[in-house]
């Protein structure tokens, strides 16, 4: 007899027993439970997802019948009880169950939001004293064993296959265009091993849990987006993930002898330069290349934050930066001895930089790369953790559709859409180096001048325009010290006349 009928079975002696005995216990988590599985709370969950592997106890997700939280697979049994969802679950093999329908899968999808352990007050149907979700809440259990994952490197006949990220893809445009059938299941190996036999193809890409794709060129208009996004489990394991629906993992071959992974770094440092977007999928109409700007996003008491966008109206006083051994030292022309370096950037995050005392120190994550797709002498590319292609611009929906910069986007962000997102290079332009550069340490760093408006036409990055902005701004503060003149000497006469009428 199958182990989960055991369970379906058990479970209803049980709720035969509790009803027997009349019990009026409000229902919980049994404190013993299969052996190797433990409970990991309650879940909510939001309307749209991606996958995402679960590491932490009493995360929470909202449930909702578009979009399960378990997705994989579900048992369709009336009466449920938590020993039955586990046995059928642990039967296929899947290291998540969850009571509200008899959910199983491998991965939780995210992003998700915590729920109160009291939102989980249904009584199992199998037996009332056990706890089996509530409204749009899921009771999660985890099992012990071994978790899937996205397979690194795979190595086959004469070389290497080294992952190299997750891509967008559609029907309409494949990012990687020969299609490949296995008979026996697609995982990392059989893929790989598929598109070496099938014309010596340099990448092999998997998607949707069981497709595999072939070719030479990672095609036009893929984005690459957060790793997260390809944690569909493959359908002949459930020890591997194979990208997911319109996501495809994407592995790169390398012949014995020839360095795996993350292009080498051309330069760690370099002493003034500024940044270009530039469009892998340049638009019909408007530029193909945009300046990009270091703009200040939350200013407190010490501190000052900012971030790499390509806002066409925003004000910037960092007009160049600099590269010292992997770190980025914005400039700014408003306070030439402020400390300001770049932090370490998470995927689905912009690039982003901070000024503070003490100053920090930065992070060493960012070099320049050689672009490989561009004729001989072109710019070199801006590269975080040895990765070039993965930046992107996107429309800041909780900052006025502000234009930023996104390092690998992710579904679901709660300032923008990946929809609108759009793959870029970002182009390091040498500048003169002749320009004045500012030099501060913890010492000396300042916050005494505020953030000046400076109008957008100034905002550019060569010398003239810097001059004028800081005659612009001196023209301001001038204008302010006449319009308070003003104001005190009229209310001082004011009150002179006031006093002659009461004589």
């Avoid at 091993?193 to 070719?215: S, V």
């Avoid at 370096?341 to 920090?360: C, D, H, K, L």
Wanted: net charge negative; aromatic share 10%; charged share 10%.
């Amino acid at each position: 007899m199958p182990s989960y009928l055991i369970g379906v079975l058990a479970g209803a002696l049980l709720g035969l027993k509790a009803h027997a005995q009349g019990t009026s216990a409000a229902p919980a988590i049994p404190a013993v439970l299969p052996a190797g599985w433990t409970s990991v709370g309650c879940f909510t969950y939001v309307k749209f997802c991606h996958k995402v592997e679960i590491s932490e106890h009493t995360i929470a997700f909202r449930d909702v019948s578009t979009s399960r939280t378990l997705a994989a697979t579900n048992l369709v049994q009336n009466p449920m009880t938590i020993e039955t969802c586990i046995a059928f679950c642990s039967s296929g093999g899947f290291i998540f169950a969850g009571v509200e329908f008899g959910d199983c899968d491998s991965t939780i999808q995210v992003p998700s939001q915590p729920a109160p352990a009291t939102d989980c007050d249904m009584a199992c149907s199998g037996n009332p004293a056990e706890l089996c979700g509530g409204p749009v809440r899921v009771n999660v259990f985890q099992s012990n064993a071994t978790a899937p994952v996205i397979v690194q490197s795979v190595t086959q006949g004469t070389g290497v296959w080294s992952f190299e990220g997750c891509f967008t893809d559609s029907v309409a445009a494949r990012t990687l265009g020969t299609g490949v059938n296995i008979p026996g299941g697609t995982t990392a190996e059989s893929c790989t091993a598929a598109c070496q036999a099938a014309g010596g193809f340099t990448f092999a890409g998997l998607e949707n849990g069981h497709e595999c794709w072939c070719d030479n060129a990672i095609h036009d208009p893929a984005q690459r987006v957060a790793d997260a996004d390809c944690k569909e489990l493959c359908q002949s394991t459930h020890f591997e993930f194979c990208g997911n629906a319109n996501r495809v993992a994407v592995y790169e071959f390398f012949a014995s002898g020839q360095p795996t992974g993350p292009q080498a770094c051309l330069q760690n440092t370099v002493g003034n330069f500024t940044l270009r977007a530039q469009f892998k999928n340049p638009p019909v109409s408007g530029p193909s290349i945009l300046p990009l700007k270091v703009i200040a996003v939350e200013m407190v008491q010490n501190t000052i934050w900012t971030i790499l966008s390509a806002c066409a109206n925003c004000c910037s006083e960092w007009l160049s930066l600099s590269l010292n051994n992997q770190i980025i030292n914005p400039h700014s022309i408003v306070v030439p001895t402020q400390a300001m370096a770049s932090t370490f950037t998470n995927q689905g995050e912009s690039p982003n930089f901070v000024a503070s005392i003490p100053a920090f120190p930065g992070s060493q994550s960012f070099c320049t790369m050689t672009d490989p797709t561009a004729p001989s002498g072109s710019p070199p590319l801006l590269a975080f953790n040895g990765i070039a292609n993965g930046f992107s611009l996107c429309t800041n929906t909780s900052a006025n559709a502000r234009v930023d910069v996104v390092f690998s986007p992710v579904t679901n962000h709660p300032h923008y859409s990946i929809d609108s997102c759009q793959p870029i290079n970002i182009q390091v332009s040498e500048r003169n180096q002749s320009c004045r550069q500012g030099t501060g340490s913890a010492s000396d760093s300042r916050f005494t001048v505020p953030f000046i408006y400076t109008p957008s036409f100034l905002s550019s990055d060569s010398e003239i325009p810097a001059i004028l902005s800081l005659l612009v701004q001196l023209l301001m503060y001038s204008l302010f010290f006449a319009l308070f003149i003003y104001v005190w000497l009229l209310r001082s006469n004011f009150a002179r006349l006031y006093y002659l009428y009461q004589l």
